[in-house]
Each structure stands twice: as C-alpha cells, then as structure tokens.
C-alpha cells in the first residue's frame, strides 16, 4: 500500500527498531517519508517493508552508500 499514513511509532512497532534507526535510514537516503503540515514523518507500509530490508542488510554487514549505489535504494 503506498498511502502514507503510518507515524514512525507505529513503524517502530512493526519493526522492533527505535526511532533513531527509522530517522537514520532517513537521513541516509535509504526512505523517504513525507511530513505532514505539523512536520511529523509519514509512512507507507511499503516503507515498513523497505525499512525491514535495509535493516536486514546492514544487519548482513553492507553499508549505508552500498544501499544507495547509483542513486537508487537497493530495496526499491
């Protein structure tokens, strides 16, 4: 589903990680939630799919600018 709709709680909850994990994928690159008019990052469940994958992978020992090689995130 590609609205985007969750908060970064709730993909927290999904995903077993913390905020500050969520908001480093972020600044990476790696996801790209969309702020609502009050600035709070929304996400879709194809970014807690997304999110889960990165996660996996630099879990795996890859990094961050391996993810993002030739401008495209890895997990798209």
Known sequence: MHDKVM???TVCDLTGLSERQIRYYEEK???????SKGGARKYSFD???KVKEIHGKLRDGFHTFELRKGGRVCCE
């Open 7 to 9: 908060s970064i709680g």
């Open 29 to 35: 690159q790696l996801v790209f939630p969309v702020r």
């Open 47 to 49: 970014d807690v799919e």
